[in-house]
Nanobody
């Protein structure tokens, strides 16, 4: 079993920056893909960015060029550096750690609020 804990959310003005962190523990040897999803009020959860154990990344079009995902395999931690934040980035951000079979493990979520 994998436990996932996020940190780093908060309130920021439009145009500002935030860095989210997510640490995985437990059966970490089975983790392949880690990443971030977000859910705004009244909307479905959507992909933000993912990164494989080998470093292959994938971004949503809406954040490409503004957000950067990175991973420290030794620390079982994934980061999301967010710059040029917009009000539409406001959401609860959830960390994902998926094992090699694709079974997802989710964190509890961290709130990101961008004020305009």
């Amino acid at each position: 079993q994998v436990q996932v804990v996020e940190s780093g959310g908060g309130l920021v003005q439009a145009g500002g920056s935030l860095r989210l962190s997510c640490a995985a523990s437990g059966s970490i040897f089975s983790i392949n893909v880690m990443g971030w999803y977000r859910q705004a009020p009244g909307k479905q959860r959507e992909l933000v960015a993912t990164i494989t154990k080998g470093g292959t990344t994938k971004y949503a079009d809406s954040v490409n060029g503004r957000f950067t995902i990175s991973r420290d395999n030794a620390k079982n931690t994934v980061y999301l550096q967010m710059i040029s934040l917009k009000s539409e980035d406001t959401a609860v951000y959830y960390c994902l750690a998926a094992d090699v079979a694709g079974v997802p493990n989710w964190g509890q979520g961290t709130q990101v609020t961008v004020s305009s």
